[in-house]
T-cell receptor
Framework: QKEVEQDPGPLSVPEGAIVSLNCTYS??????FMWYRQYSRKGPELLMY????GNKEDGRFTAQVDKSSKYISLFIRDSQPSDSATYLC???????????FGAGTRLFVKA | GAGVSQSPRYKVAKRGQDVALRCDPI?????LFWYQQALGQGPEFLTY????????KSGLPSDRFFAERPEGSVSTLKIQRTQQEDSAVYLC??????????????FGPGTRLTVT
């Protein structure tokens, strides 16, 4: 079993929909939780990060962390065709430098 | 300023050849990471540098893989005697954070290596 599990999709939604992307993890030492967006043939781009449990909002994006369930989510409101990309969750602990990524979920937003 | 740059962007190597992949991090970033991303997968950690010191190389898949950052800026990932399973995108990332987890990493566009 992988340390971080993420449904690869693809996920296809109409423009304007609310998108929910999720990851589960097994390592309780993870404290930092990140979401990256990766367009085709590009490197990942950090969207937002959260420390420990709770919610964080940035514009149309909201990240949620539930450490008791080992479950994290990214919500995208009013989705746009330009949001079409692969979304990667990533996690790390406080004691080291290694970041563990999920496999990524491919999202398509149809105009 | 400029972001992280990587060269070459594409590399085709015959099985058994040696390759060298270059990473130019963001100026002043002390932390530098290499990742391997297979098709349809997330990046997998290979190695980490803080300035010129290689603090973690636990992700390097075999002793054919070698990374260096001799002056604490540009880094090179070298793969000797390439095998077909080495075909992947190799990503470099840098971070301004000096200690602890580097949760804010800036990635380059990657080098796509194809071994034939």
């Amino acid at each position: 079993q992988k340390e971080v599990e993420q449904d690869p999709g693809p996920l296809s939604v109409p423009e304007g929909a609310i998108v929910s992307l999720n990851c589960t993890y097994s390592n309780s030492a993870f404290q930092y939780f990140m979401w990256y967006r990766q367009y085709s043939r590009k490197g990942p781009e950090l969207l937002m990060y959260t420390y420990s449990s709770g919610n964080k909002e940035d514009g149309r994006f909201t990240a949620q962390v539930d450490k008791s369930s080992k479950y994290i989510s990214l919500f995208i409101r009013d989705s746009q065709p330009s949001d079409s990309a692969t979304y990667l969750c990533a996690m790390s602990g406080t004691g080291g430098f290694k970041t563990i990524f999920g496999a990524g979920t491919r999202l398509f937003v149809k105009a | 300023g400029a972001g992280v740059s990587q060269s070459p962007r594409y590399k085709v190597a015959k099985r058994g050849q040696d390759v060298a992949l270059r990473c130019d991090p963001i100026s002043g970033h002390v932390s530098l990471f290499w990742y391997q991303q297979a098709l349809g997968q997330g990046p997998e950690f290979l190695t980490y540098f803080q300035n010129e010191a290689q603090l973690d190389k636990s992700g390097l898949p075999s002793d054919r893989f070698f990374a260096e950052r001799p002056e604490g800026s540009v880094s090179t990932l070298k793969i000797q005697r390439t095998q077909q399973e080495d075909s992947a995108v190799y990503l470099c990332a840098s971070s301004a954070r000096r200690e602890g987890p580097s949760y804010e990493q800036y990635f380059g566009p990657g080098t796509r290596l194809t071994v034939t």
